[in-house]
DNA sequence: GGACACTGTTTTTTT
DNA sequence: AACAGTGTCC
């Protein structure tokens, strides 16, 4: 008979063998499965590659590594001897007999991600590496899983499973409703409200619960009393009760839970620092037997703001018992230097599980830190350190990544970009979906699926212009407070009410098409709905006669736009339907769009870069007040938070970090003067190299007479700008050109204005058309 | 009901 | 600087 521990030590050095791709860390994280776990994993650490094989681990051997049942013989022994010599035995039966203990099915295994993309790559690797079928096993963002419960379930908690979900601009619309409804406007601001609510949801806090403090702003409990009860007569849910009424639904229906609790019997969950207590909640009642495995890096841990409790993962030792921690702290994407300079910021943060990020790869290039006066200086010194990159170190536009702490800084760095010629893509900000157009046809599409909807069906309810005005609805919301109707009902039968006699064939009418549209969304595609609702609603007609021509095109070219995304979504989902949709546009996150292998340079804030990497970064107005912000460091916790985005954003780069700052920046419209982050001071400055920007103009020979360092200074530098006299001369007549709706076009004439130029550009498909240059935000082909 | 001008506010980060 | 919200007039 083989003793236990043979077999046991066997096992391991058969499984050693099989995962010798990963470190021994990493290795720990994959087999270690008897009790909930917690992968400490610094950045770039290689985190994914082990969560995908603990993954196939599970799946294949369930948990043999520490299993301690075995009356295995002593033949057995000399087959897994064999097995360990001979790799092709490892797909034979009797092997997996021998390894595997209570292998976990591909569909009873969870994993939550935080973006969308993050899922899906999950998915495909595990496709392609395990073969393992990835609508088999949930992977999906905290948001979308709680969806698909509630679809299923929503009857047990008052809901219907056609729900619609209200992004900030709904809740804001709803929440400023019951402000001007109880006369609290002075006082009372949507925007704030709606933070205090979704603040106590992000703690479990229910309406009936709330406790207000402070003396101001008293009225916040009945606000949040009235707003949940418009949500859930809209039959709607806002972001936060989307977790929030799952947790319910688990908690007070047992049926449900054991259904859940059944189905998932393993549950990763990945960027856990950025859970909040709501999402903690969650996170125990789908894992009640402490089978799951949460990964995260508490340094990384940026969204506070949003109520993310760094709180969860410095004590989940404490809060799921028997814990195991493991820390990966080899780092496989950055060179030494980055790793120093990310190591010695994050240094100066308290609280932390401690850890230190290193690499067998060298030091690397010095980090680059410049300061430059303005912010087009800073973005012309970007965009020459971005083609000289390109020469000289062959790197390609999809290897650089410029990040910035807030949105508003894109714009000066996109001017630039755009000058120079340099294709880019921008992530987040949203401004598509957040046009006005966009919002009125996926109001539609939202009423279609939803007549609940009370505060979409408001905004389209006289959009395209049906005359239907304000008395008509103050009237129609009367009747629903008195007899308790919904108001779509009441539209619907508008004749049935005296008061509503003046307009009850227009309601009428109106309920009729969205019934009509409603019907016909059960029997067709999304973009056939879609196209049947822009020719019932006459949509491009009312764009066309309230905007002028040129605007009325560009609309309508959103609206086509948005065409082209259903297309898309149909093509993508597995079973593509109108709520599907509408879905997905509400819990897109900015990256999930995010094609690595587009050939264009990425914009986006610290906190979107969360998770990627990129040859080159430039992090990009690194001055005291916007980073760390001004906000931020009165805040207790405050310059922490801002610290580990600093420390998130360094260890985006894998081969070259850029740093800039300027001395004059724009606020609100007036420059004002800038001194560098202390985030600067904080990196050893031996790991740096400072860049001057020289600002005359380039001079023909440097004098034999120049003093040795002025010349040095002049080869150090690694771009040489001609003093900005204006950037508007990159343009001229001849020049091929892209305009984001017009298309390709030609330059016809450039005429210097004051503080602008007038171009004329002749296009392809749109025809000759002025526009002024600041404005027109043309890119230049050639 | 709509066009227009004027005012005040905004920039922290997002599922 | 850009934009949403408000007020005024038609």
Not at 632 to 654: K, M, Q, W
């Amino acid at each position: 008979m083989a003793t236990k521990n043979e077999i046991l030590d066997l096992r391991k050095k058969i499984l050693d063998d099989e995962y010798s791709h990963l470190n021994k860390e990493q290795r720990e994280a994959v087999f270690s499965n008897d009790g909930p776990l917690l992968i400490l994993a610094g950045a770039g650490s290689g985190k994914t590659t082990a969560v995908i094989s603990k993954i196939g681990y599970l799946i294949r051997y369930g948990n043999t590594y520490n299993s301690t049942q075995s009356d295995a013989t002593d033949d057995d022994k000399a087959y897994l001897e064999e097995c360990l010599k001979d790799k092709t035995k490892r797909t034979e039966q009797r092997y997996l007999k021998l390894m595997a203990s209570d292998p976990i099915n591909a569909y009873n295994l969870l994993a939550i991600t935080f973006t969308n993309k993050a899922a899906g790559e999950m998915r495909e690797r595990l496709e392609k590496q395990y073969n393992i079928s990835g609508d088999k096993l949930w992977a999906l963002t905290f948001h979308s899983l709680c969806v698909r419960i509630l679809r299923r379930f929503a009857d047990r908690i008052g809901f219907q499973s056609n729900f619609t979900i209200y992004d900030d601009t709904d809740s804001h619309k709803l929440i400023d409703s019951i402000i001007k409804k109880h006369h609290l406007s002075e006082n009372y601001n949507a925007k704030v409200v709606s933070r205090i609510i979704s603040a106590a949801k992000c703690k479990y806090v229910s309406a009936g619960e709330y406790v207000h403090e402070g003396r101001d702003l008293q009225q916040v409990p009945m606000i949040y009393k009235e707003y949940q009860a418009e949500l859930k007569n809209a039959n709607a849910f806002d972001f936060d009760d989307l977790i929030f009424m799952t947790v319910r639904l688990l908690s007070s229906n047992e049926e449900v839970r054991k259904t859940i609790n059944n189905r998932f019997q393993y549950v990763l969950v990945d960027e856990y620092q950025d859970t909040n207590p709501l999402q903690y909640r969650l996170v125990s009642l789908l894992a009640p037997t402490g089978k799951i495995c949460v990964v995260g890096d508490d340094d990384q841990s940026i969204y506070r703001f949003m109520g993310a409790s760094i709180e969860n993962i410095l004590s989940f030792e404490r809060q799921f018992t028997d814990a195991k921690v493991v820390r990966l702290e080899q780092n496989y994407r950055s060179t030494q230097t980055i790793l120093d300079a990310a190591n010695a910021v994050i240094a100066n943060n308290e609280g932390r599980k401690g850890k230190r990020l290193w690499t067998d790869q060298g030091p690397g290039h010095n980090i680059t830190v410049n300061q430059l006066n303005t912010q087009s200086e800073e973005g012309e010194y970007i965009c020459r350190s971005i083609m000289s990159g390109k020469g000289t170190h062959g790197f390609k536009n999809n290897d650089f990544c410029i990040l910035y702490r807030t949105n508003a800084q894109s714009n000066s760095i996109e001017h630039s970009l755009r000058m120079n010629g340099i294709p880019y893509r921008v992530f987040g900000g949203q401004p598509f979906f957040k046009r006005k157009e966009i919002q009125d046809v996926l109001a539609y599409l939202n009423v279609i699926c939803n007549p609940y909807d009370r505060t979409r069906l408001l905004r389209i309810i006289n959009e395209p212009k049906r005359g239907i005005g304000d008395t008509t609805l103050d009237k129609i919301s009367g009747i629903c407070e008195s007899t308790g109707a919904h108001f779509f009902d009441v539209i619907a039968n508008a004749a049935a009410y005296p008061e509503l006699q003046r307009s009850s064939e227009k309601l009428m009418d109106f309920a009729r098409t969205i019934k009509m549209l409603s019907d016909k969304s059960k029997v067709v595609t999304p973009s056939q709905l879609f196209t049947e609702l822009l020719a019932t609603v006459r949509f491009e007609q009312a764009l066309r006669s309230q905007y002028d021509l040129t605007e009325a095109i560009s609309r309508i070219e959103n609206v086509h736009e948005l065409q082209n995304n259903i297309l898309e979504y149909e093509k993508n989902a597995e079973e593509p339907t109108l709520l599907g949709y509408l879905e997905q546009t509400a819990l897109v996150s900015a990256v999930d769009n995010l094609d690595e292998n587009e050939p264009a340079v990425t914009l986006m804030t610290m906190h979107c870069a969360k998770g990627l990497e990129f040859d080159v970064v430039f992090l990009i107005g690194f001055e005291e007040g916007l980073f760390p912000s001004a906000m931020s460091v009165n805040e207790p916790g405050g310059l922490e938070e801002e610290r580990r985005l600093c420390y998130v954003a360094i260890t985006r780069a894998r081969k070259q970090l850029f740093i800039t700052s300027v001395r004059s920046r724009m606020l609100y419209g007036t420059p004002r003067p800038a001194i560098p982050s202390r985030f600067l001071k904080e990196i050893p400055p031996e790991l740096i190299t400072e860049v001057h920007h020289i600002q005359q103009e380039i001079q023909p020979p440097v004098r034999r007479s120049k003093p040795m360092h002025e010349r040095a200074l002049l080869t150090n530098a690694v771009t040489v700008i001609p003093k900005s006299k204006d950037t508007k001369t990159s343009y001229r007549a001849g020049q091929k050109v892209k305009h984001k709706v017009f298309g390709e076009g030609v330059l016809v004439s450039v005429t210097e204005m004051s503080s602008d130029s007038l171009l004329e550009v002749d296009f392809a498909t749109a025809g000759k058309k002025k526009l002024m240059a600041n404005f027109a935000k043309l890119m230049i082909i050639e």
